[in-house]
């Protein structure tokens, strides 16, 4: 009897070990919708340390949204001697914590609810890389997508101790290209992304605020104020990065809009 239950018992923790290989859980991520959970969390794969060399690249082929056209991501991991097995989970989320629509997994990938993850066939390091291929689409894009990517670096001993997870995310924004004709008299902000000035526009424009996104006020040349619903921001100067446009209009409502700096 103590026979049987040993080797239940054995049985049942390698089991265990490898539940995950052929994928995460869903909402694992270290998104908003995940509420920052990885693999490293409630599923113990943790105890292990970044060798500091890792790099998670993630690259689309679209660098703004449109409307109805899809984009496709490519997550490559290069894990520089650190690990033999990798793992991960994405998701793609605006900024409520909301996914798009249309989710496709490549070869290598499937889907669980509203997030990416690996396959068993595809965790295996070679030539001390690794990667995967998904899309997305939506047929109303928001103003930005963030693509959320946890990385699981796993040792291949079998259990999950000495394993640790890495983050990582991009931002897309929606391109002024999508705005369709009648949305035109609306508020227009452009370019985005942005690299010397942002051209903030609307026939009822009064006031023109930026602000990073922790809500700090950013301070800039009073050069040009807004002249005939136009106001053109000078960003040359600031850090590259991410920005929110509070736009003021005559009757006192506001519109805000984010920006990148590039």
Known sequence: MKKILLLFTIFGMVHYSYTNSGGSPAGRSGSPASNGQTCSGGYCHSGGSPNGNEQIIIETDQSNLVDNQEVSVSLGVLPNG???????????????GNSVSTLTASSGVKKTGNYFTHQISSITVSNDSIGWNFAFEDSAYPDSITIYVAVNFTNGNGNKAGDY???????????????????????????????????????????????????????????????????????????RGNYIVHATFLDGTKQYKHVILQ
């Open 82 to 96: 650190g690990s033999t097995k990798i793992g991960f989970m994405a998701s793609i989320e605006d900024a409520n």
């Open 165 to 239: 997870v890495l983050t990582e995310t991009k931002t897309l924004y929606k391109s002024l290209a999508s705005v369709e004709e009648d949305e035109l008299m609306g508020l227009i902000v452009g370019p985005n992304p942005a690299t010397d000035f942002i051209r903030v526009e609307h026939e009822e424009l009064v006031k023109v605020e930026l602000f990073n996104t922790i809500g700090r006020f950013i301070a800039l040349e009073e050069s040009a104020e807004v002249v005939d619903g136009l106001r053109v921001l000078d960003v040359s100067a600031l850090a």
